[in-house]
């Protein structure tokens, strides 16, 4: 099924080289009609070494800044599968390191599983068989595709491609890919840590001096000293097994050993990301389909922005998550607030009660808020904090939940953050709900203690991209793309904003990554690994 390691010959990549553009956008759309091979389309966008191929997939080597592109074609088994063959270490060090460490990142905790011993093998079989409860809510094509993974791997590891024997199971890709809804689920009602900074934001129409619509996705996540050595940029081309189309083409920045995606950008225009919330209103029992996951089906099953809501919508979801969903054909796009989907337990009734109560002594006057139908509320860019609630919360002078925010003097969570923006064709999020009627599921005595260093820092990550948003793309002026890409970039060392969050060391680790995405032109850039790295960018149309 499987060829070594095939090198494409000088005459070809010089003939291709030529039209690459490794250092500047493509602008050149009159090439739009015609079809190029995956390996040309890889060469022009500046990956013209094909390291190792597998059927119809490859992974290609971009020499000019020294990063990955994987092209998967085929059934979801077979790119599972090539996968899996092409990225043997890359999954090992995925399923394996980055599951293992992961969990002490987020409690912040200065050890690692090495200083646990056995009883890690013990936690780590626990969380598999949380991960295992939620196996039937997962569709059978993205089940399948993790077998292919694993066995992918399998074979390359008969082959002698890689270093060692350590196995690769089902149930360790699937661990990686459900792995963190079963976290932050229990972890929402347990001590931990928190360092998480998405932001995401959307801009279109006059906002846009093209008048398309761009989305900015900062995935500030944890790299449990892995992440950002093993992230790429992957092609995804899901085909039938008599070969014609079983979803939609997409583009994603992605890790090796996941099948649900962070951050991707589809054929039809669809643009998606997912922002952590931390919510008291989560299944501990099952994560139901895991929110990267959703990610995923929407990107193949969705061309308009109402089936990417309405596919969210009806899936079995138990962690709560904030969605960016962006649709450039239209062009328009929607946050979604989420909590989980099953019926609340009768200890959730009881807490949100409680939580009306304390709503309504905050602004003086009757606060309703209910279960929203199916866990989800859409916010659309045309809404704004009602005045009513604006500034209101519970303050004390001279409190502090974040010394680094000495301007937040809000008691724990307990406000009603503001949009701070009323413009049409504008929309962004950070890890907070900006919903009145969701705000509750926010409040929780635990949660807010836990996390009470972290409310400034999201609150203070959305107040500054909005304000950026503003000066960049209002007032006559328009942003273009690369003012786009420094407003999604902002915390970027080498900025006055990144300096003061990060510090001013460019050499350190991309949390996630950084990523821009033309949901018109369908045009992704991304920036991971470490701040000082070159960015990448893939026009998806050269694939199709």
Known sequence: ???PIRRMSILVYAVL????????????????????????????????????????GFLAHNPHNGKHLLYLEGTHYEMGFQQGYLCPERVRAMVH??????????????????RVGPLWSFVRAWLIDLVLASDDAIPVW???????????????????????????????????????????????????????????????????KSGG??????????????????????????????????????????????????????????????????????????????????IRIVMEQAATLGEAISIVREASRGCPWIFLISDGKEPSAVVLETIQSFPPEPWMAERLADAQRLGTR??????????????????????????????????????HNNPKYPQDTTVLNLSFPDTIEDLPEMIAATNHYLLPEMRAFQWAPLISLVWRSYWPSTEWRYRTLVDLLVQRASHGKQLDWERAWRTINFLDPMTEEGSFFHGPDRSQQVGGHVALMDATDLVLRALFGHYDDPWVEIRLEHFL
């Open 1 to 3: 099924m499987c060829s």
């Open 362 to 399: 905050l602004i003086g006057m009757p606060y309703s808020c209910t279960f929203p139908e199916q866990g989800i509320m859409v916010r659309e860019a045309d809404f704004t904090t009602p005045e009513q609630l604006k500034e209101k919360g519970i303050t004390l002078p001279g409190y």
């Open 142 to 208: 993205l089940r399948e595709e993790m077998q292919g993974i694993a066995e992918g791997y399998r074979r390359a590891q008969s082959e002698g491609r890689t270093s060692g024997y350590v196995p690769v199971t089902y149930q360790d890709v699937l661990l990686l890919n459900q792995g963190m809804d079963v976290i932050s689920s229990l972890t929402y009602h347990m001590l931990g840590a928190a360092g998480l900074a998405c932001n995401q934001f959307a801009c279109w129409g006059e906002r846009t």
């Open 213 to 294: 619509l761009f989305h900015g996705r900062d995935f500030q996540f944890y790299t449990a000293g892995v992440y950002q050595d093993a992230s790429l940029i992957a092609i995804y081309k899901p085909l039938s097994p008599d070969g014609r189309p079983a979803g939609h083409p997409f583009v994603a920045v992605t890790a090796p050993g996941f099948v649900g995606q962070a951050t991707a950008l589809n054929n039809q225009g669809l643009g998606m990301g997912i922002d952590v919330v931390h919510s008291w209103a989560a299944s501990g029992a099952t994560p139901g389909v895991g929110g990267l996951l959703l």
């Open 17 to 56: 080289i030529l039209c690459s553009c490794s250092s500047e956008r493509m602008s050149d759309h009159s090439s739009r009609n015609r079809r190029y091979e995956p390996h040309e389309a890889a060469a022009i966008n500046g990956f013209g070494s094909i390291t190792a191929r597998c059927g119809s």
């Open 97 to 114: 390191d980055y599951c293992n460490e992961i969990l002490f990142e987020m409690l912040g905790l200065p050890f690692g599983s090495d």
